[in-house]
């Protein structure tokens, strides 16, 4: 049997507004608990909400970047139920006449390959408080600061047929959302959540398989994870005769699996109804027309102008682009250096490694796009040779300065000073009697392989220094010469 | 000093007849001295008060005295007062000292007007009779062992009883004219979002609006004034600029339209209360008027529409006090559930817990159609009933309530004979119309009140109609003998 699975994903993002959704309380992360939450936030007696234009234009420019159709006129309804953190005792959110409806996107896939994943729409809503379970001795703290902060919740048709999938979508929500600046998009402070519906169904099925709700899970890498061990587990139970109940579930990344939360037959009745303290938001054509004027240059976009304008290949056009900021890096680099190609090389190589072993995002790099476009300048002229500018960029990295500097500083210039070549170039063939004999009695066809032996000693010699292209050209007449 | 109006005080203070703290400290002692017959207050801020009058005097001195410098009034207990308990004559809210002022209090405040205290309601002004307050009931100046009326009915009975010239109330369902009607004073229900609900405790919220209640249209006139205005804190505001409501008093209501639903006249309404507002139609005849029968058909709907939408809306809006971060809080809750049930369960009285569940039970999966929409459905056909008659007439009139006050515990153990009470105001806040009420009369020595509902926006006009029947009636110079009345 041939197993299909079955995935759609509800994202929320939470907006970097400055104020909240429906309060003037800032919505900074990480201020002492509850000193971001103002008389609306904490839902004292006739207090009344109004709604942030801020959020709304956020999320009216999220809407257009996934193609979608922009709720012109949008109505928030209350979500009911009792909830310590939730200060109202309802959440307030659109359900029927949501900020945006139905749109797509297009994913791509580390194979090179691309694929459409329907949207069904996104809408705005508040979020709670946090419940804090631990210091309060058998009770609760509660911190407002969150409550009331904006999201939108990204609901997606159940298109995606694996977990790689599921992660491709998500990246591009996240790149999205960080391109338009309306978040922070990060997954670690709560930014971006993600729950995942998934089911399975035998292969050629049209009927979807009963699904599970997987909640939270706040990696990229957990995602992928969560989707494939609930699939087998789903999996698992069919082929031995058994059903799936439909239900909430949590991945518990620890012990890479996923345990049962609540079943949705006993699920809250949340009893929707319009708030009667807010009025529908029409948005005008011009409003929305305005905001379409005003989007920023999006990854697709800008991949496809990285390998027409740029030379890049697709992949590194794609790697490039997934976020602004390294998309921002690359076109610096590029721009200063006048090295497009070796520009993307040096990120996706050595600057990528860098961060990675370092854990730092591209605007916390230690090396800035105007040092490495230097130092790309350098190699370009031949002061450096490639193997010397890795030993640049750490040093770079290590906060000794920019290119020029650590190359002086460190005596690092390239020798092509030929008559200094030449000495080194004799002082090694009078050192090497006996490889100089195997040369001489060599095949004409094995002979240039044989001259690495000489590079290496000479570049030694040199302290790596020397202009390889030099000693090639020295050695090989000097060479020559003897036979 | 205490008979005097709104109108009086202003001019009495600009000509300096006496002093905003004369007359405060003069107000202030009538409070202590009665109010115990009729519990129409449950906070006297009396210091404050005369602070706020000395502050008034002043001003008056210097001769930068705003619209209602030095004059005392009193606001239901609905709406927040910074560093003065506002408990919505609720348990709940007991101990909630909120720490900012609602807009209407703020208003009144820039206007220089002095507040006497938080008067008596109906808990989360859900009630037609002041019963339902935590506070006890608010007894009638007409006769203390019959009801004031409600939720206003603190506000409405301290006017009565000349413990304020003036007070602040709400009306979700009929709550300043139903009280009004009962206790011979002047109220008026604005156009919805013509008032801010800013700090205003919401019951419900799509119906809730705030205005004042006095002695007659004019000093009406002079709170609106101050009341209303644009407000950006409050979303469903229509962000009218305040306008001077006294200005049109004046104008003749010769040729003026005045619609009479016959749908107001059925079954169920006192004969001698119809005969008393027939009256008044009669005296408006003789000032020129035209007397046009209209029909509101889906009258008979407006009850059940509102027990659904308000119930639904108010189940929502309650769900805050859960104990957790201000109000009532139970004794040693054993767990969260527990913590939820007995706070909510204690701190709330039975009114409001029945309202609470008849919402949640319309708005629950299943019954959402067959009542919250249908319930809408409804609020729609009233609306454009109102629509079709303001075609042919100009204001509609009927009377408030279906009989006199009735007395303390009549109705109590029968909700929907209560709920019956406003079986004639209801209709104009499903519809977001103004409505007011006036005195036209007396039954037995009781107060009838006759009802101007007017168009969208059209207070100064209402204002106007309701002034002139005073000019030529002297009903609402009718008070009640205090002595006699305990």
């Known amino acids: 049997m041939e197993w299909e699975i079955v995935i759609g994903l ?207 899970i706040n990696s990229f890498r957990f995602v992928e994870r969560a989707i494939k061990v609930e699939a087998e587990r789903q999996i698992d139970i069919l082929e031995d005769g058994g059903s799936i109940a439909q239900e909430t579930r949590l991945y518990d990344a620890d012990k890479n699996e996923t345990r049962s939360m609540r079943s949705k037959e006993v699920a809250n009745d949340y009893r929707y109804f319009p708030c009667p303290d807010l009025l529908p938001v029409v948005l005008t054509d011009d409003y929305v027309e305005k905001l379409r004027g005003e989007l920023p240059e999006l990854p697709d976009a800008k991949s496809a102008r990285f390998q027409s304008d740029y030379g890049l290949s697709a992949y590194d056009a794609e790697q490039l682009t997934q976020e602004r900021a390294l998309a921002d890096y690359f076109e610096t680099a590029a721009r200063s250096s006048g090295e497009a190609k070796l520009a993307a090389n040096w990120i996706t190589g050595e600057l990528a490694a860098l961060l990675n072993r370092e854990e730092l995002s591209i605007a916390q790099s230690p090396v800035s796009a105007e040092q490495l476009a230097g130092l790309i300048a350098r190699i370009k002229d031949n002061t450096i040779s490639s193997k010397i500018a890795k030993q640049v960029f750490e040093a770079i990295a290590n906060g000794e300065g920019d290119a020029d500097t650590v190359i002086e500083k460190r005596g690092l210039k390239q020798v092509s000073d030929t008559g200094a070549i030449e000495k080194m170039v004799d002082d090694v063939i009078a050192a090497s009697g006996a490889q100089v004999e195997n040369y001489r009695n060599a095949d004409e066809a094995k002979r240039p392989k044989m001259m690495g032996y000489f590079v290496g000693q000479i570049m030694k010699a040199s302290k790596g220094q020397a202009n390889p292209q030099l000693i090639n050209q020295i050695l090989k007449k000097k060479l020559d010469e003897l036979l | 000093m205490h008979q005097l109006t709104i109108a009086e005080i202003i001019r009495g203070l600009r000509d300096k007849q006496f002093s905003s703290v004369e007359l405060t400290r003069h107000l202030l002692e009538r409070i202590a001295q009665h109010d115990s017959n009729y519990n129409s207050f449950i906070t006297v801020t009396g210091e404050q008060a005369l602070q706020q009058a000395a502050a008034a005097d002043e001003r008056l001195a210097r001769g930068d005295a705003p619209a209602m410098c030095g004059v005392p009034i009193a606001h239901k207990d609905i709406f927040c007062t910074n560093g003065v308990r506002t408990s919505c004559g609720s348990k709940m809210l007991d101990n909630f000292v909120p720490p900012y002022d609602a807009a209407v209090v703020e208003n009144f405040q820039r206007a220089g007007a002095i507040s006497l205290g938080k008067t008596n309601m109906d808990e989360f002004a859900m009630g037609s009779s002041n019963e339902t307050s935590f506070y006890g009931p608010v007894k009638n100046p007409w006769d203390t062992a019959r009801v004031s009326g409600g939720s206003s009915g603190g506000s409405a009975a301290a006017v009565a009883a000349q413990l304020a010239p003036g007070a602040t109330a709400t009306d979700t369902g009929g709550s300043i004219r139903q009280p009004a009607a009962l206790t011979n004073t002047t109220g008026l229900k604005p156009t919805y979002g013509r008032v801010s609900r800013w700090g205003m405790i919401a019951f419900a919220s799509s119906l809730d609006q705030a205005g004042p209640i006095a002695r007659n249209a004019e000093d009406v006139a002079h709170m609106l004034s101050v009341m209303a205005g644009s407000d950006e804190r409050d979303s469903t505001n229509l962000r009218r600029a305040p306008q001077d409501y006294t200005a049109d008093l004046d104008n003749p209501v010769a040729g003026l339209k005045i619609g009479v639903p016959k749908e107001y006249f059925g079954e169920g309404l006192n004969p001698e209360t119809a005969a008393r507002v027939q009256d008044a139609l009669k005296e408006y005849e003789k000032l020129g008027a035209k007397l046009v029968e209209v029909s509101l058909p889906h009258t008979g709907l407006a009850v059940p529409a509102y027990y659904v939408i308000a119930p639904a809306e108010a189940s929502a809006n309650l769900s805050r006090f859960d104990g957790v971060r201000y109000g009532y809080r139970c004794e040693n809750p054993a767990d969260l559930r527990d913590l939820y049930m007995r706070s909510r369960g204690e701190g709330f009285g039975d009114e409001v817990q029945r309202r609470i569940l008849v919402g949640t039970y319309a708005l629950s999966a299943g019954y959402y159609d067959a009542y919250y929409n249908k319930a809408q459905q409804v609020r729609r056909l009233i609306k454009q009933d109102f629509v079709q008659a303001f075609e042919k007439v100009d204001v509609i009139m009927g009377p408030t309530a279906p009989s006199p006050a009735f007395a303390i515990g009549a109705k109590a153990a029968d909700p929907v004979a209560m709920y019956l009470e406003d079986i004639y105001t209801i209709a104009t806040n499903l519809a977001g119309l103004p409505g007011m009420s006036l005195p036209c009369g007396q039954v037995d020595n009781l107060p009838v009140g006759l009802q101007i509902i007017g168009n969208y926006l059209d207070e100064a006009r209402m204002l106007n109609v309701a002034h002139q029947y005073q000019q030529v009636t002297d009903w609402h110079q009718q008070h009640p003998d205090l002595a006699s009345a305990v």
């Open chain 1, 10 to 216: 509800e994202v929320h993002v939470q907006l970097a507004t400055q104020s909240k959704l429906f309060s003037g309380a800032s919505t900074q992360f990480g201020a002492a608990p509850n000193t971001q939450a103002c008389a609306i936030d904490l839902a004292m007696p006739g207090t009344l909400p109004v709604p942030n234009e801020e959020a709304f234009r956020f999320a009216t420019m999220f809407g257009l970047a996934m193609n979608a159709e922009i709720g012109k006129r949008s109505v928030f309804e209350r979500k009911n139920y009792f909830y310590p953190d939730l200060p109202k005792g309802y959440q307030t959110t659109q359900l029927a006449e949501p900020i945006v409806g139905p749109g797509k996107i297009e994913i791509h896939l580390e194979d090179g390959s691309s694929k459409t994943v329907r949207l069904h729409h996104a809408h705005l809503e508040e979020d709670a408080g946090k419940s804090l379970h631990e210091d309060f001795h058998g009770m609760s703290g509660i911190d407002l600061n969150r409550a009331g902060t904006p999201l939108i919740e990204i609901v997606s048709e159940p298109d995606m047929r694996s977990a790689a999938e599921a992660v491709a979508y998500l990246k591009k929500i996240h790149s999205i959302v960080t391109y338009l600046g309306i978040s922070d998009g990060d997954m670690s402070q709560g930014s971006m959540r993600c729950d995942a519906n998934v089911s399975v169904r035998l292969k050629g099925e049209e009927k979807l398989g009963t699904r599970t709700e997987l909640k939270n």
